[in-house]
């Protein structure tokens, strides 16, 4: 069921091949107040969409600064090595040595650029720091840093009205450093909180036997305290292969510990190069000795087990009464992974789909939820959001795709078709150009893709595109 067109207060809805009018009644316009969780890249375009409209806006970030993963904490000595409990000290999972994965040109929000600047990382693949840093920019540009709290943590939110038609919501947020506890009423609460902190842990058997070191990536930072190890990384994923290869020039021994052995060819290229790296199938043990012991029944003695096995969606702070839940990784019912169907548009989440162009399509989740706030827009019934919801839940099952994997999107095609919900423009061909070039590049050649690609050509011509020539206010 696709929304094909909208106004204020009616839907054309094409649902097995027929045309459907719905009508719908618009929301009063008016200024509503509005707590975003999180400073991020989700939390600030969100914060910027909801400003636009005449929304009243409280940002609550738990750490010191914007930018959520991006503003790396090096710091990492206080937290559980499993990220095991309830509430993390550390937020971010963004390591010392990281690039981005796809080219700067691609990744900046519909009217801000991320373009390179005058003695800060020019890379086209750069550094943490100068994403970071383009945040802070953006924020400052659209004036956004005096609705931020900073080091406050949101502890609880839930309805204040449960039975009313129309929600609020009661967020409780504790000051990190004096402790002081606040309790306040918003009309509307957007879920802004990341989803790259709570590591995702594998079952292992022993696991809980092996008494030697184990971590999960999201505390790993700098290769120096495994010098002269033997360590085992488990997960072949972009953060399991990146940190591997930069393993290998300190440790002993490199074994990672992947699903399949049919790895691509630029993996395979890295492991032939290193005599230290070697590749093995899942664990199947652990023992108390120090003992891996792998499916094929190879095994190895090791100092340190390092869990590259991604992250687990968590909202701890959450009560909707069971309307939002988490279950293996899925958050939901969620109508295009933004809005709970009975709760809905009061509260709201942004960011949560993964690979895809991010900051595009978080921008047009935040417009659509600002817009739909202020009255501009309107949303399906609670019935036919969930009629949705379950018609792509069978479609992924019938695709093969496991429930935690419900939120990976791998589709430049719905970011278009999210995008015709409020008009927001369809990705550029060009974005889907370079970034499918570089994800190519990056199978091929895992070692050099950041530093050395072949699209030169279309480089140079998609830099005299509007977008890029644009005027954009100065920092």
């Not at 696991?207 to 184990?214: A, I, P, T």
């Not at 199938?281 to 094929?296: A, H, N, T």
């Not at 709201?348 to 935040?366: N, T």
């Not at 589709?411 to 995008?419: G, L, P, R, V």
Request: hydrophobic share 35%; proline share 5%; net charge negative.
């Amino acid at each position: 069921m696709t929304p094909r067109e909208t106004n204020q207060n009616h839907f054309f809805f094409v649902h097995k091949k027929k045309m459907v009018l719905v009508i719908t009644e618009p929301i009063k316009s008016q200024s509503k107040t509005v707590c975003v969780i999180g400073a991020g890249p989700s939390g600030l375009v969100s914060a910027r969409e909801l400003k636009k409209e005449g929304h009243k806006v409280v940002v609550m970030e738990q750490n010191n600064d914007v930018g959520g993963q991006w503003l790396y904490q090096p710091n990492v000595e206080e937290e559980d090595t499993l990220g095991k409990t309830k509430i993390l000290k550390v937020h971010s999972s963004v390591y010392s040595s990281l690039r981005l994965a796809s080219p700067r040109e691609v990744m900046g929000f519909s009217d801000f650029p991320f373009t390179a600047k005058e003695g800060r990382d020019s890379r086209r693949f750069p550094g943490h720091e100068e994403l970071w840093l383009y945040l802070k920019d953006f924020c400052q540009v659209f004036g956004l840093r005096d609705m931020i709290r900073f080091n406050v943590r949101v502890e609880f939110v839930g309805m204040v009205n449960e039975d009313d038609d129309v929600k609020r919501w009661m967020v409780k947020s504790v000051e990190k450093e004096s402790g002081e506890v606040m309790e306040e009423v918003f009309d509307a609460v957007v879920v802004a909180s990341g989803h790259y902190s709570y590591p995702r842990l594998p079952s292992i058997k022993g696991m809980d036997l092996w008494k030697r070191k184990q971590l999960h990536s999201h505390i790993y930072r700098v290769p120096d305290p495994f010098r002269d190890e033997v360590v085992v990384v488990v997960g072949c994923s972009m953060s399991g292969q990146d940190i591997s290869i930069e393993l290998v020039k300190v440790a002993k021994e490199v074994h990672l510990s992947a699903k399949s052995l049919e790895i691509p060819p630029g993996l395979t290229k890295v492991i032939e190069k290193h005599q230290n790296l070697h590749l093995h199938p899942q664990i199947e043990s652990l023992e108390e000795d120090g003992r891996v012991i792998f499916d094929d029944g190879s095994c190895i003695v090791a100092d340190t087990i390092l869990y590259c096995t991604g992250y687990d969606y968590k909202l701890p702070f959450l009560e909707s009464k069971g309307r939002v839940e988490i279950d293996d990784n899925r958050v939901g019912p969620l109508f295009e992974h933004t809005f709970s169907p009975y709760l809905s548009p009061s509260l709201s989440f942004v960011g949560i789909p993964r690979k895809l162009i991010g900051f595009p399509f978080f921008e047009s989740q935040a417009k659509w939820i600002a817009k739909l706030l202020s009255g501009k827009t309107c949303l399906p019934s609670s019935d036919q959001m969930m009629q949705s919801i379950s018609e792509f839940y069978l479609s992924r099952e019938a695709d093969g795709i496991p429930k935690r994997n419900t939120h990976d999107i791998a589709d430049f095609n719905y970011s278009d078709k999210y995008a015709d919900y409020i008009g927001f423009p369809h990705l550029e061909e060009w974005r889907k150009v370079l970034c499918v070039s570089a994800i190519v590049n990056s199978i091929e050649n895992l070692e050099t893709y950041r530093d050395s690609w072949d699209d030169d050509d279309l480089l140079q011509e998609t830099l005299q595109d509007p977008y890029f020539t644009q005027e954009i206010p100065s920092v």
